[in-house]
């Protein structure tokens, strides 16, 4: 739906994919820093900024180093907030129990927590999410948490955008829930706010032909045809 229009790039996260292990100390800003040198290597100028979850806080990232490179914003299942100290320390906690554990005894949980009701009973959905994780490394997903847990609070990055943006969340969200995002969403000068019915805080796997659409009709206003 997407890529026959547009030209689409997913970054993986640092140990997870294809992409090499997590350096020492991995920071938010480290993985948006990656991103701008991997467009750079590939020729690429402004771009529209899709985050989900995690990769939401990478844009954040991104909007504080490189704002000039943001030409329109997506933000999915995400929040602008730092870590509350309880989720902190579930972060610190994950991390410390996949280094002595793998990663396996994560994937249950993480699916539980991660997909609707709904979702958790589609096999097409479930299975390809348990084989994405099982594809991270235990210090990738280490690292990650880490680096999420010490992220700071970007809602003044948020009230600072000036490009179109819009906000989406799975409907059946519990990470991130809707009404917390529709008040983030507020924050943002001009922001459009979704919602995706039947999903949770992974709204663009259980639904993708419904984040698909919503996708393409703002891309479709943020690059209009050249007459």
């Known amino acids: 739906m997407l890529s026959d229009r547009w030209r689409c790039l997913r970054a993986d996260a640092y ?12 920071t938010l800003d480290d993985v948006a820093s ?11 100028g402004e771009v529209a900024l899709v985050g989900l979850s995690m990769g939401g806080y990478t844009a954040m990232a991104m909007l504080r180093s490189a704002p000039e490179r943001v030409r329109a914003l997506v933000l999915a299942d995400t929040r602008d907030g730092a870590d509350t100290d309880g ?10 129990r996949v280094r002595a554990g793998g990663v396996e005894p994560i994937v249950e949980p ?8 709904a979702g958790r009973d589609e096999a097409h959905i479930v299975d390809p999410l348990r084989s994405r994780i099982r594809h991270c490394t235990p210090e990738g997903i280490a690292a990650c948490q880490e680096a999420m847990a ?7 990055v948020l009230a600072g955008v000036r490009v179109p943006a819009l906000v989406v969340c799975g409907a059946d969200d519990t990470v991130t829930a809707p009404e917390e995002m529709r008040a983030m969403a ?33 891309l479709d206003e943020a690059y209009p045809p050249a007459r």
Request: with cysteine.
């Open 87 to 96: 989720a902190r320390a579930d972060r610190l906690e994950m991390a410390r």
């Open 186 to 218: 507020a924050r943002i000068p001009g922001a459009r706010f979704s919602l995706v019915a039947d999903a949770g805080h992974l709204a663009n796997l259980e639904q993708p032909a419904a984040f698909g659409e919503l996708l393409a009709g703002f």
């Open 34 to 44: 990656g991103i701008v040198a991997a467009l750079d290597d590939r020729g690429v």
């Open 15 to 26: 140990g997870c994919g294809s992409s090499p292990p997590p350096p020492p100390g991995l």
């Open 110 to 117: 993480m699916v539980q927590r991660l997909l609707s009701s």
């Open 150 to 156: 010490a992220r700071p609070d970007s809602s003044d």
